[in-house]
């Protein structure tokens, strides 16, 4: 009988607990949001906000692990106090900071701000998310109060969580309640209380304290897919969304908005003012789309506002593609091609194969045995391609003028070795009748003015050097410059 009675007790319990869990999470907007009036994350994992000093008597400590009185923002907690508190690996996002508390003995506040210009008649929610980082289920449980008051310190309205229960594993949940302002909108003071002692137990783990509109509930489609497009520049065709609102509404106003930064900065779009929007072509980029409604009247305050889920159109860039320079190759010599390509995650291919040592990497070698003209493509993940053309000149030597006349007449006036590319590594010197360089070039092109340091040379007899890095076989021989 004692053992049935024990099992009955923990189930009315088990009941009980369920209830009040369920009860906190029910205050919660069950409609659409919009972008918060306050909002308070602490930071990014790499960049804790440390700027958030409680109003009571909590002292802030860079332990991840705090005592009593104590808080830290931090991205992670563990093995605090003999592992007696859960090991916390991030805030409830996965990507930012929290705010570690270990309670004070006496209870009091966590956090207070003052909202001013919200708007009239417009439903707004104030929330956090609350872990009982305590891993005992017979410790203290934070018990925290969500008011809304004016600045003399009338409650307007209030949420209590009861409770919060400890939990086998880490567990992030949303507290927090709904309320509707009045015509003549005051200043309003909002506050979270611990309400809870301190001891062995109270503590816990706060993150993204949130106060923001609540509306009907407000959904966008884009017509024949899904919320997520991924397609490429060239292939774009228009879109059209498609929003729906629910009832709840006097006389609602549509505004289409569009994000091009992953959601930070919403900007109206001029005209796209009805449920329905078509989307026309764009250049590249990730552009985010959502629906925001309010009340007429207040469709010019972004704080009245509540928006859709987002649509997403990632417009994708082909990739680019440089095969490099055309080229001239001495029968018989190999020559390295000198490709290029960028783009998201690109995978690319030689054509034709011919004559290549490998036509999957972007520097193949390349032996032709004749004038050819290769083609380098590229894929992206996306399917968005790109191509660039070189052409290999074959020759069967190296061409040296001997002569050159640098009359500005158009005519013959410079000193070019045609078929010497500048990746042989060549060097080309060219001296005077007394043995002084007049003219010298490395792995480049040959391009001589019959000058030296601008100094007209006079006519005559200069004997020039081509040397290789390759190894191949020292040319010398002798030019005239014609005046």
């Not at 397609?231 to 629910?246: E, K, R, T």
């Not at 001997?402 to 410079?414: E, Q, V």
């Not at 001589?448 to 890095?469: C, R």
Request: negative net charge; charged residues 15%; proline residues 6%.
């Amino acid at each position: 009988m004692r053992g049935n009675f024990f099992v009955t007790s923990r189930i009315v319990l088990l009941i009980a607990v369920l209830s009040i869990s369920i009860f906190a999470k029910a205050q919660l907007c069950t409609g659409s949001l919009g972008d918060p009036v306050v909002n308070i994350n602490f930071g990014t994992s790499n960049t804790p906000d440390l700027n958030f000093p409680p109003p009571s008597a909590y002292t802030y400590t860079g332990n991840q692990c705090p005592n009593d009185g104590f808080y830290t923002i931090t991205s992670s907690s563990s093995n605090c106090f003999g592992s007696s508190w859960h090991s916390v690996n991030n805030d409830h996002t996965g990507n930012g900071s929290f705010m570690l508390v270990n309670a004070s003995f006496n209870p009091g506040d966590f956090f207070v701000t003052t909202v001013s210009n919200l708007c009239p008649n417009t439903t707004y929610e104030f929330a956090a998310w609350v872990m009982n980082v305590l891993r005992s289920t017979t410790g203290i449980k934070p018990d925290l109060t969500f008011k809304v008051e004016t600045p003399s310190g009338t409650i307007l309205n209030q949420f209590n969580t009861g409770g919060i229960v400890a939990t086998p594993s880490p567990e992030w949940n949303q507290y927090g309640f709904f309320f509707t302002t009045a015509a003549v909108n005051p200043t309003i003071v909002l506050r979270i209380t611990n309400n809870a002692p301190g001891g062995i137990g109270n503590d816990l783990a706060l993150d993204d304290i949130t106060f923001r509109p609540c509306g009907p509930k407000i959904t966008s489609v884009i017509q024949g897919s899904t919320d997520t497009v991924n397609l490429c520049i060239n292939d774009q065709l228009s879109f059209s969304f498609d929003g729906a609102v629910s009832p709840g509404y006097n006389n609602p106003v549509y505004q289409w908005q569009v994000s091009t930064d992953s959601g930070r900065i919403w900007k109206d779009m001029a005209g796209a003012n009805s449920l329905t929007f078509l989307r026309q072509p764009t250049t590249a980029g990730n552009y985010w789309y959502r629906l925001s409604v309010a009340e007429a009247g207040n469709i010019g305050l972004q704080i009245c506002r509540v928006s859709s889920n987002i649509l997403m159109i990632n417009v994708h860039a082909n990739p680019i593609v440089n095969a490099g320079a055309d080229r001239i190759l001495i029968k018989g010599n190999p020559i390295q091609l000198a490709g290029n390509v960028t783009g998201e995650s690109p995978v690319y291919v030689w054509s034709p194969p011919d004559y290549l040592s490998d036509d999957s990497i972007l520097n193949p070698i390349a032996k032709p045995i004749a004038d050819i003209e290769y083609k380098l493509t590229a894929t992206s993940v996306f399917g968005c391609t790109n191509e660039d053309y070189v052409k290999i000149k074959v020759v069967d030597g190296i061409f040296v003028p001997t002569a050159f006349t640098p009359n500005n007449d158009g005519k013959n006036d410079s000193w070019k070795i045609p078929y010497l590319d500048p990746d042989l590594g060549a060097t080309v010197s060219v001296y005077n009748r007394f043995g002084q360089i007049v003219y010298t070039v490395t792995s480049q092109e040959v391009n001589w003015d019959g000058t030296l340091h601008g100094e007209i040379q006079p006519t005559g007899i200069f004997v020039y050097t081509i040397s290789f890095k390759n190894g191949q076989q020292l040319m010398k021989g002798v030019l005239t410059l014609i005046r």
